[in-house]
């Protein structure tokens, strides 16, 4: 059995490169599918996620290799418009080829999307939306076909669903005449995405603004980077404000940080912004820091939410958390608590009272942000911890442990005998690993 193991409470310090963006690359690489000559994509991060996509795009008839971090996408051999129920269930992002396949094929036939339990994940929105450029929709239990000649319209979001805005955008340019969509999510990662199309040609006018108007046009190839990611970003500032040390990222923009940054300010931390990135130097114990109340962007990422969560387990006071984007979200809270943290959930409200110490366990990665979560609250917490289910974190960070071993930590992935685990995790006294841990040869010699 495969885990990720830490020995926990010394600070991390030094200097991180943040990957690309993995909310980026995987709706890019969705519109690659729109681009009749090869595009070109940098920064591409190491992600299982990644691996489904380009996946997707063979199965449909494109060519794709991989160089390093750069992707070459050749989508113009794209014949089929089925994607498998296997694939569909591999990750949520697999129905962003929904909107591309339509304005390439004329239909589309797909199944639910997969990818992390946090609540009901409908796609109701992305359905309406499509419906309203023109697309005829049918489900067949847990398949769906959409078909039609799409026209172009004004597309209204009830809600700013990034998914949904993302869909549209890519259906859009199949259209015979320009969209306008309205209360459009605001993600940096789709204005990376719009920057992404403009380079293949498409026009697109509205960036950030929450009111998009996309005009309809073939698209040719290109050479794009990926921006950096903020989740992964506000993953190591957790890490290292969680253990009181101090950490210069490198290649992200602080602004799409800000929330964050604004909450490890109000904890005590000092936030620099660098010529390239911002650093931050923790206290040895943070402080509460109010309330943190998730939104759509400029809002509090929930995907910062849970990392966040696991930093603030030593604090001094409380910090109130909130969250409003998804419905179940708190999965990784029982783990936290087999460490010996002090949280006390109420349907959307977590309150987190900081106490003097928190100490290893086993725990059970429930999601992406929850395994990551695990791991901040390992790094922090005394003695020996083992966190199962690495196939949720490699979805989301390529290479966690090696990238948190340059500052410091003490991680390593480790292969085992199956454990037995108790449900949300067993605790570790202090001091007892409870686990006779091997080095795999390849981490043995990092
Ligand atoms: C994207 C991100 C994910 C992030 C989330 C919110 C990617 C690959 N994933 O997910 O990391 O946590 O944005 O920032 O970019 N909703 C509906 N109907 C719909 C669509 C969404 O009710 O048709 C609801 C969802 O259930 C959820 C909320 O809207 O409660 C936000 O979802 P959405 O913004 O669509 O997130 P995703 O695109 O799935």
Redesign the pocket.
Known sequence: MEYISVTGGRPLQGELWVSGA??SV??ILAASVLCREECVIHGCPQLTDVDAALEILTQLGGKTRCVGDTVYVDASSIRDNHISKTAMATM??SILFLGPLLARTGSCSLYRPG?CQ??????????KGLHTLGAEIKWEEDHLTCCGKLKGGTVVLP??????T?NLILAALGGDSPTIICNA?R?P?IGDLIGFLRTCGAEIDGKDTGTLRIMPGKLHGGTYTVMADR?EAATWLSAVAATGGSVSLRGIRPEWLSPVLSVYRIAGCRIRETQNGVALDAPERLKGAGVIRTA??PGF???AQAPVMASFLQSRGITVFEET???QRYRHVPALKSMGADITTASSVAVVTGVAKTYGADMESTDLRGGAAMVVAALAGHGQSRIFGLRHIRRGYGDMTGKLRQLGAEIWEQQDEPAVLSQGGKHHEQGSTGATLRKTPAEGTG
């Open positions: 993995k909310n995987l709706p949520r992002s990818g946090l609540g009901e994940r409908p796609i109701d929105l992305h359905l809600y700013p669903s990034v998914g949904a993302e999510a993600e990662e989740a759509p962007y990422p929930t995907d984007v998804f419905s």
